[in-house]
C-alpha cells in the first residue's frame, strides 16, 4: 500500500514544487504588483510561477494515476483512513478541473471566481495531505 522510496519522494518533490510554486504565484500576483506607465505592471516572477505550478501539476496528475493503482485503491478497500483519503483525492480532482478551467474560461467574473476557489483550496491542501498523513490507523474489530 505504501510507495517505493523512490517514488514517494519523487511524488513529495512535485507536490511541494506544486504548492510551492502556486504560493509563489499568489505572492507575486497580488503583493508584487509594480506601478508602471500605464498603471499596475505584473512582477516578472508571476509567469514563472505559473509556469513551474503548470508543470507541477502535470507531474502530479500523473502520480495520481500511480496513487490510485497503488495506494488510494487498496487503503480504500482496506478501510484505512478514507475520511482524509477522500478529502485529499477529492480536493485532487477539484483542483484539476478549476485549473484545467482557469486555463480556458474567458470571462473574467468566473475566472477571478475560479481563481478564489482554486487557490483557496491549493493553500489548504497541504494541510489535508498533512492530515492524512499523520490521521491514526483505526484498529480492526475482531
Known amino acids: 500500500m505504501r510507495l517505493r522510496p523512490?517514488?514517494?519522494h519523487m511524488l513529495q518533490a512535485v507536490l511541494l514544487m506544486l504548492w510551492t510554486?502556486?504560493?509563489l504565484w499568489l505572492v507575486a500576483h497580488h503583493w508584487l504588483v509594480r506601478p508602471g506607465d500605464y498603471g499596475p505592471q505584473p512582477s516578472p516572477l508571476e509567469p514563472w510561477c505559473l509556469r513551474a505550478h503548470g508543470l507541477a501539476a502535470l507531474g502530479t496528475t500523473g502520480f495520481i494515476g500511480l496513487l490510485w493503482a497503488v495506494h488510494i485503491e487498496?487503503?480504500?478497500?482496506?478501510?484505512?483512513?478514507?475520511?482524509?483519503?477522500g478529502l485529499?483525492?477529492?480536493s485532487a480532482l477539484l483542483l484539476i478541473a478549476s485549473g484545467y478551467l482557469l486555463y480556458y474560461v474567458g470571462d473574467e467574473a468566473t475566472r477571478a471566481t475560479l481563481s478564489l476557489?482554486?487557490?483557496s483550496l491549493g493553500l489548504a491542501a497541504l494541510p489535508l495531505f498533512l492530515l492524512?498523513?499523520?490521521?491514526?490507523?483505526?484498529?480492526r474489530r475482531r
Open 6 to 8: 523512490g517514488r514517494r
Open 21 to 23: 510554486s502556486g504560493l
Open 74 to 85: 487498496p487503503g480504500w478497500a482496506l478501510r484505512r483512513r478514507r475520511w482524509s483519503g
Open 88 to 90: 485529499v483525492f477529492a
Open 117 to 119: 476557489a482554486h487557490w
Open 132 to 139: 492524512h498523513r499523520v490521521a491514526p490507523r483505526r484498529r
